[in-house]
């Protein structure tokens, strides 16, 4: 099972930006299908983005598109997710996730792995 540790997180003001990054080890990264979800105490995770093994493959949820683009280099095991135009509504602790397999989802019991998440904060 592959571990992934997240990082990026921070402070933000409204209309700024951060650039989140997951590192991957012990999976087959390559071959995964990686995913950004987010979620706020009190409130259901919530589906950020997702890239499959081919970067081309990507998915955003409506609120964020436009905004945030998940990106990835299988050089070095890692995503990203670049996000702009930061709103106070993007506050949530942020979570890598992978699955195997080609397919795109956003549900989250569908991905096998996950990270510890990373704090995103935007103030307004």
């Known amino acids: 099972q592959v571990q992934l540790v997240e990082s990026g997180g921070g402070l933000v003001q409204a209309g700024g930006s951060l650039r989140l990054s997951c590192a991957a080890s012990?999976?087959?990264?390559?071959?995964?299908?990686m995913a950004w979800f987010r979620q706020t105490p009190g409130l259901e995770r919530e589906f950020v983005a997702a890239?499959?093994?081919?970067?081309?493959?990507?998915d955003y949820a409506d609120a964020v598109k436009g905004r945030f683009t998940v990106s990835r280099d299988n050089a070095k095991n890692s995503v990203y997710l670049q996000m702009n135009s930061l709103k106070p509504e993007d506050t949530a602790v942020y979570y890598c996730?992978?699955?195997?397999?080609?397919?795109?989802?956003?549900?989250?019991?569908?991905?096998?792995?996950w990270g510890q998440g990373t704090q995103v904060t935007v103030s307004s």
């Open positions: 996730a992978a699955r195997s397999g080609p397919s795109l989802s956003r549900t989250g019991p569908n991905y096998s792995s």
């Open positions: 012990g999976g087959t990264f390559s071959t995964d299908t």
């Open positions: 890239i499959g093994r081919i970067a081309s493959m990507t």
